[in-house]
């Protein structure tokens, strides 16, 4: 299947700063890439639906000033936290959708684990 | 709006046997898309298996099938000759095939495989 890679795999910063994560679609164009969220020992939460060349539409509630989100290319998507907070804290994982003809499949990264101290 | 439901938190299975996880969902439309995916440890999202609502044949991939039900709006997961590899939460997933793209997940089933 289609590889989608994430970075940074895990970060620790203090409350207050931003943090940037990275998608990127390696072997193929995604012109929609979603960002989701997961809490420990539950399904994924869709935060936003990220589309290439415009701007991102976000689930309700979920503040897109906190959570900026920028698709500047048809492989690369980004999620700034910004000001994070302890409770920013969680496991942040992005999908790409490749489409065929007749097919259309979402492909995730590996997720980037994120601890605001 | 659509909804998955997983009515099975947990699943256990021996090492070797065959073993079924529940799917069923509700949406009013014809066409959609409907899959499983696989979360081990590492919690790398995996996609085991997609079925087309348009195709009666269910799908097919090595160990895995799925038995699905078009008018009972079930699509259930068989693993066959289980391994302990195949540990891991198992989610549930439709797709429209109208609008926007997004996926509807289940809440999981975590299955364990014992030796």
């Known amino acids: 299947g289609a590889v989608v890679s994430q970075h940074p795999s895990r970060v620790i910063c203090k409350s207050g700063t931003s943090v940037k994560i990275e998608c990127r679609s390696l072997d193929f164009q995604a012109t929609t890439m979603f960002w989701y969220r997961q809490f420990p020992k539950q399904s994924l939460m869709l935060m936003a639906t990220?589309?290439?060349?415009?701007?991102?539409?976000?689930e309700q509630g979920v503040e897109k000033d906190k959570f900026l989100i920028n698709h500047a290319s048809l492989t690369l998507s980004t999620l700034t936290v910004t000001s994070a907070h302890p409770e920013d804290s969680s496991f942040y994982i992005c999908s790409a959708i490749q489409r065929a003809i007749g097919q259309e499949t979402q492909y995730f990264g590996p997720g980037t684990r994120l601890l605001v101290l | 709006a659509q909804t998955v439901t997983q009515s099975q938190p947990e699943m256990s299975v021996q090492e070797a046997e065959t073993v079924t996880l529940s799917c069923t969902y509700d949406t009013s439309e014809s066409d959609y898309y409907l899959f499983w995916y696989k979360q081990p440890p590492s919690r790398q999202m995996i996609l085991v298996i997609r079925?087309?609502?348009?195709?009666?044949q269910n799908a097919t991939e090595n160990r895995f099938s799925v038995n699905f039900q078009k008018a009972a709006k079930s699509f259930s997961l068989k693993i066959s000759d289980s391994q302990l590899g195949d540990a891991a939460m198992y989610f549930c997933?439709?797709?429209?095939?109208?609008?926007?793209?997004?996926?509807?997940f289940g809440t999981g089933t975590r299955l364990t495989i014992i030796p």
């Open positions: 997933a439709y797709l429209s095939n109208f609008g926007n793209e997004k996926l509807t």
């Open positions: 990220s589309n290439e060349g415009s701007k991102a539409t976000y």
């Open positions: 079925q087309e609502a348009y195709k009666q």
